[in-house]
């Protein structure tokens, strides 16, 4: 299956997965936090575990969106025949005889004298059908950033439009350079951690943190003020 172009991150899944466990985050610890009926230890101890899930939702968010990137990045990247292009069941032999040929090809590509005559070779490779050739005037043009001639070729030969200026702001944004890098910062950085989530250690091995008058929170529990 061919991996999606991503979207705006208001429109991305993981994006407001992370939002929304925000949002849930907030409105639960708050509920908790203001039901009388609930002792301080108990409080702790739920808001707690709370912001341990909140955490790992958005983690997981985090996660999926850089994975579906680098999936799409990968994806654009094979549009464009670069490298020699070996197969990895090509046997050894069949190995060198390729790898000859794409260095020979890659020679000449180096050798032309400028931007112009390397593009005749790359016609002249999709004219005759070689391949070590087309590989070599394309992988000299990525690197060398003449990307007219990546351009020209692939407006004849890809059909996902602007595909260089797509992967170049996946490389930006996966590498945390790109606008929508604030996003990311915004929607995957957890909330603050709160108190409760610090006390609940401490309060759950204290004899002080539960004296012995308690109240019933639900049946077969009971939960202490301190």
């Given at each position: 299956m061919t991996p999606e172009s991503m979207p705006h991150p208001n429109d991305d899944p993981d994006h407001l997965a992370a939002r929304a466990s925000k949002a849930a985050f907030t409105a639960e610890a708050e509920r908790i936090?203001?039901?009388?009926?609930?002792?301080?230890?108990?409080?702790?101890?739920?808001?707690a575990a709370l912001y341990e899930r909140h955490t790992a939702e958005v983690a997981r968010a985090q996660e999926s969106v850089v994975e579906r990137r680098q999936g799409r990045l990968a994806y654009l990247e094979g549009l464009v025949p670069v490298g020699p292009g070996i197969p990895d069941d090509?046997?050894?032999?069949?190995?060198?005889?390729?790898?000859?040929?794409?260095?020979?090809?890659?020679?000449?590509?180096?050798?032309?004298?400028n931007r112009q005559a390397r593009a005749t070779l790359l016609d002249e490779a999709e004219k005759y059908g070689d391949e070590?050739?087309?590989?070599?005037?394309?992988?000299?043009?990525?690197?060398?950033?003449?990307?007219?001639?990546?351009?020209?070729?692939?407006?004849?030969?890809v059909e996902v439009a602007d595909h260089?200026?797509?992967?170049?702001?996946?490389?930006?944004?996966?590498?945390g350079q790109h606008?929508?890098?604030?996003?990311?910062?915004?929607?995957?950085?957890?909330?603050?951690?709160?108190?409760e989530a610090d006390d609940w250690p401490r309060m759950k091995d204290s004899p002080e943190g539960a004296p012995p008058v308690g109240q019933t929170v639900r049946p077969g529990?009971?939960?202490?003020?301190r």
């Open positions: 936090r203001g039901n009388e009926n609930y002792s301080d230890r108990y409080k702790a101890r739920q808001v090509t046997s050894p032999a069949d190995r060198a005889v390729l790898m000859t040929a794409f260095r020979v090809a890659m020679t000449a590509v180096q050798e032309a004298p070590a050739m087309r590989r070599a005037v394309l992988t000299f043009a990525l690197e060398n950033g003449e990307l007219p001639t990546v351009k020209a070729w692939s407006a004849q030969h260089l200026d797509e992967a170049a702001k996946l490389r930006k944004t996966l590498a606008f929508d890098s604030l996003w990311d910062r915004q929607d995957f950085n957890p909330l603050p951690k709160p108190q529990v009971v939960e202490y003020r």
